[in-house]
């Protein structure tokens, strides 16, 4: 199945314009291609070798000579992309790693080209695909194979390099207005055991004179790291409700971490209300939900794509932000990443009895994962005779079962590198009708056209001058994918 065609909207029709592009089809040389107007330069081209079926698609594209391609992210990598080399594209949680596939999913290139002594050329080329992706650029060419999906290749011209990425906004959709006071001094980490921390880093800053415009929470503040709660003794409701109110009377702001997952726990209101409509991701076989470990423990999952999702959602938006009148979210873990592999068999209600502060992770993986029999269930998923993101990750390493089911039928396998962007498009829509101003957002995970709905941030690393300087290859190619907002 292809990408839902709601991420898509077709671009309004506007003036005619004289295309650079010539396309001829169904030719002795190819079955599609497309060159350079008044010359024989070809820039894509798909010729006999094109494959398609259920869980495999490939084709071999000409790569015109002099190319200098940037995007196929997410990855931490130079900017400029090496030639030959090949790339895969994967949304997985892997902590910034060189070279390998990080959180988002952006099957989008830049290729910017001298065709003469003082000539250049820029074009793009998006395939709108949401399948796990291998790459392989050489000299002369590239071919891409992926494990589903549909054939949706789009090809952008422009008179430079910032038209064909004008364009390419343009065609996926242009990024959201953030609120002015996101462009701020921000102060955020994990390690804020108790308000009482929170409220001495603010104060610092006002005794020190630095300017703070906005305070973050991560999953400290939560009870038992259940989200939309607040833990009784070390952040009480009424204490973090009137720091807030305090920093709103500063014209100060405050963001706390939303992970997606749902402690499966009875008596839990944001698990009894959402398992009441059921609009989890469930077990085909068996209609429950999917279980997985994260921080809460056993764990279940939204399903963005059900219609019902979104109202319950914004019940518990609106609901905290009665509470505490959070200014944004910080969405995390929405790739979606996972402790164990697969989904586990466990009822609704078992403890949870893994002490998080001095865990031992391999441990986690024997006593926990493999005696609660989490793993990937058998399904025609389980044997695929290709797998694209090989040898660098498996495809349930730390995420879902592939066979998971999400409203109409449809499979983890085909809507994984998505859920993020309809977590943020339901989480966009949550904040502005609670709040009644411009969201803000922050993901981990994007996809095509995410910049519509969110912020990003380019996920952890080693806080090393290393990591800074990288950070600007990460700054940079998203502002390419279309999320100008990213650090």
Same mark, same amino acid.
């Given at each position: 199945?292809?990408?839902?065609?709601?991420?898509?909207?077709?671009?309004?029709?506007?003036?005619?314009?004289?295309?650079?592009?010539?396309?001829?089809?169904?030719? $002795?040389?190819? %079955?599609?291609?497309?060159? &350079?107007?008044?010359?024989? %330069?070809?820039? #894509?081209?798909?010729? @006999? @070798?094109?494959?398609?079926?259920?869980?495999?698609?490939?084709?071999?594209?000409?790569?015109?000579?002099?190319?200098?391609?940037?995007?196929?992210?997410?990855?931490?990598?130079?900017?400029?992309?090496?030639?030959?080399?090949?790339?895969?594209?994967?949304?997985?949680?892997?902590?910034?790693?060189? $070279?390998?596939?990080?959180?988002?999913?952006?099957? #989008?290139?830049?290729?910017?080209?001298?065709?003469?002594?003082?000539?250049?050329?820029?074009?793009? &080329? %998006?395939?709108?695909?949401?399948?796990?992706?291998? +790459?392989? &650029?050489?000299?002369?060419?590239?071919?891409?194979?992926?494990?589903?999906?549909?054939?949706?290749?789009?090809? &952008?011209?422009?008179?430079?390099?910032?038209?064909?990425?004008?364009?390419?906004?343009? %065609?996926?959709?242009?990024?959201?207005?953030?609120?002015?006071? !996101?462009?701020?001094?921000?102060? *955020?980490?994990?390690?804020?055991?108790?308000?009482?921390?929170?409220?001495?880093?603010v104060k610092k800053y006002r005794q020190y004179d630095i300017p703070l415009e906005t305070m973050w929470n991560d999953i400290d503040y939560m009870k038992d790291h259940w989200v939309f709660t607040t833990d009784p003794t070390r952040f009480p409701e009424a204490e973090v409700g009137k720091f807030v109110d305090q920093l709103h009377a500063n014209h100060q702001h405050?963001?706390?971490?939303?992970?997606?997952?749902?402690?499966?726990?009875?008596?839990?209101?944001?698990?009894?209300?959402?398992?009441?409509?059921? =609009? #989890?991701?469930?077990?085909?076989?068996?209609?429950?939900?999917?279980? @997985?470990?994260?921080?809460?423990?056993?764990?279940?999952?939204?399903?963005?794509?059900?219609?019902?999702?979104?109202? +319950?959602?914004? !019940?518990?938006?609106?609901?905290?932000?009665?509470?505490?009148?959070?200014?944004?979210?910080?969405?995390?873990?929405?790739?979606?990443?996972?402790?164990?592999?697969?989904? *586990?068999?466990?009822?609704?209600?078992?403890?949870?009895?893994?002490?998080?502060?001095?865990?031992? +992770?391999?441990?986690?993986?024997?006593?926990?994962?493999?005696?609660?029999? *989490?793993?990937?269930?058998?399904?025609?998923?389980?044997?695929?005779?290709?797998?694209?993101?090989?040898?660098?990750?498996?495809?349930?390493?730390?995420?879902?079962?592939?066979?998971?089911?999400?409203?109409?039928?449809?499979?983890?396998?085909?809507?994984?590198?998505?859920?993020?962007?309809?977590? *943020?498009?339901?989480?966009?829509?949550?904040m502005q009708k609670t709040t009644k101003k411009r969201p803000f957002l922050l993901t981990r995970a994007s996809f095509v056209g995410t910049g519509k709905y969110s912020s990003h941030w380019l996920g952890d690393n080693w806080a090393t001058y290393n990591s800074m300087r990288r950070s600007i290859y990460g700054v940079l190619s998203m502002n390419l994918f279309g =999320?100008?907002?990213?650090?």
């Amino acid at each position: 199945m292809g990408v839902p065609s709601s991420l898509s909207p077709p671009p309004k029709q506007g003036p005619k314009i004289d295309s650079p592009f010539v396309v001829t089809a169904d030719t $002795d040389a190819a %079955l599609v291609s497309v060159r &350079l107007k008044g010359s024989n %330069l070809v820039l #894509f081209s798909i010729n @006999n @070798n094109l494959t398609f079926s259920d869980h495999f698609i490939s084709f071999t594209s000409q790569l015109p000579p002099n190319s200098n391609i940037y995007g196929l992210g997410e990855r931490n990598y130079n900017f400029r992309l090496n030639v030959p080399h090949d790339y895969i594209i994967y949304g997985r949680d892997a902590a910034t790693p060189w $070279d390998q596939p990080d959180y988002g999913t952006h099957p #989008f290139f830049l290729n910017h080209l001298s065709i003469g002594p003082s000539t250049s050329l820029s074009y793009g &080329l %998006l395939f709108y695909n949401g399948n796990a992706q291998k +790459w392989r &650029l050489r000299d002369d060419a590239f071919s891409v194979e992926t494990m589903g999906g549909s054939l949706e290749i789009y090809l &952008l011209s422009g008179a430079s390099p910032e038209a064909v990425i004008q364009n390419y906004h343009n %065609l996926i959709g242009k990024p959201y207005a953030i609120p002015f006071w !996101s462009l701020g001094f921000h102060q *955020c980490r994990w390690g804020y055991r108790t308000i009482n921390a929170t409220m001495e880093v603010v104060k610092k800053y006002r005794q020190y004179d630095i300017p703070l415009e906005t305070m973050w929470n991560d999953i400290d503040y939560m009870k038992d790291h259940w989200v939309f709660t607040t833990d009784p003794t070390r952040f009480p409701e009424a204490e973090v409700g009137k720091f807030v109110d305090q920093l709103h009377a500063n014209h100060q702001h405050y963001v706390v971490i939303v992970d997606p997952g749902v402690a499966t726990q009875p008596g839990y209101s944001v698990y009894d209300t959402g398992a009441k409509a059921d =609009i #989890f991701l469930n077990d085909p076989t068996t209609g429950k939900p999917v279980v @997985n470990v994260v921080w809460p423990g056993w764990t279940a999952f939204p399903d963005w794509w059900n219609p019902k999702t979104q109202a +319950w959602w914004t !019940s518990q938006v609106s609901g905290f932000h009665s509470s505490v009148a959070v200014d944004g979210l910080w969405l995390d873990m929405n790739e979606i990443a996972t402790f164990c592999n697969g989904q *586990c068999n466990v009822p609704p209600g078992l403890p949870w009895t893994v002490n998080w502060k001095n865990v031992n +992770w391999t441990k986690l993986h024997h006593d926990t994962c493999l005696q609660h029999n *989490c793993a990937p269930p058998k399904s025609e998923y389980t044997n695929l005779p290709y797998v694209t993101t090989e040898p660098v990750t498996s495809l349930t390493y730390h995420t879902l079962s592939m066979s998971a089911q999400s409203y109409g039928g449809e499979t983890y396998f085909n809507r994984k590198s998505q859920y993020a962007h309809f977590e *943020c498009l339901t989480s966009h829509k949550s904040m502005q009708k609670t709040t009644k101003k411009r969201p803000f957002l922050l993901t981990r995970a994007s996809f095509v056209g995410t910049g519509k709905y969110s912020s990003h941030w380019l996920g952890d690393n080693w806080a090393t001058y290393n990591s800074m300087r990288r950070s600007i290859y990460g700054v940079l190619s998203m502002n390419l994918f279309g =999320i100008p907002h990213v650090g």
